[in-house]
């Protein structure tokens, strides 16, 4: 069966600091589609990036990178030198490609950043 | 471009009222999903469509709840009766779907309350 597992449920940090969100999934199939969200205090959904589990290249977006490991099924997302507008909650979520149309989230992690 | 669109914002309904909320998926798009997310379950799926079609509707929780899809730019989630375990935010989420799995983009979602 699928699953998200994100361990942290809430990280605090202070501005320019970086931070590690982890995000370990579990699946059957050899192919699936791993996912990044922010949901910040005003409530909407936003996609960050989508990974499938060919691709193991390292993606980085300004200040977001995404590292995917499938020896150890984890899908980390790293902030540098995060920023107040960052406070957030982060979901990751896996879809399988024998289940097409079904995301699994994770719990989320909230992230506060002071500044 | 428009995202997907959901109304109302907020609903506010006394337990046994009938509730109606709302979707349109970005133009082009031909999967719907309708998700709940609650503080004790997190994000779950309630429904699919594609192409105007229900594919899964596992996670819908009882007989109380019915989604509908009469063409690709609207789709309802209704509840009757309402109760007040029924209080979450609803989102709607569409993508363009097709052999492989699609980013889904999410909407503003609907924030209801039962009392």
């Known amino acids: 069966a699928q699953k998200v597992t994100q361990a942290q449920t809430e990280i605090s940090v202070v501005e320019k600091e970086d931070v590690t969100l982890d995000c370990v999934y579990e699946t059957r199939d050899t192919t699936y589609y791993l996912f990044w969200y922010k949901q910040p205090p005003s409530g909407e959904l936003v996609f960050l990036i989508r990974r499938n589990s060919f691709d193991e290249q390292n993606e980085i977006s300004g200040r977001y990178s995404w590292n995917f490991q499938k020896s150890t099924s984890s899908f980390n997302f790293t902030i540098t030198a995060s920023q107040v507008v960052d406070s957030a909650v982060y979901f990751c979520a896996l879809s399988e490609d024998s289940n097409t149309g079904k995301l699994i989230f994770g719990q989320g992690t909230t992230l506060q950043v002071k500044p | 471009d428009a995202g997907v669109i959901q109304s109302p914002r907020h609903e506010v309904t006394e337990m046994g009222q009938e509730v109606t909320l709302r979707c349109k998926p970005i133009?082009?798009?031909?999967?719907l999903f309708w998700y709940r997310q609650t503080m004790m379950r997190g994000l779950e799926l309630l429904i699919y469509?594609?192409?105007?079609?229900?594919?899964?509707d596992s996670g819908m929780p009882e007989d109380r709840f019915s989604a509908k899809m009469p063409n690709a730019s609207f789709s309802t989630l209704k509840i009757q009766p309402s109760e007040p375990r029924d209080s979450a935010v609803y989102f709607c989420a569409s993508s363009d779907a097709g052999i492989v799995q699609e980013t889904q983009y999410f909407g503003p979602g609907t924030r209801l309350l039962v009392l």
């Open positions: 469509f594609n192409n105007n079609v229900p594919i899964d």
């Open positions: 133009s082009g798009h031909n999967s």
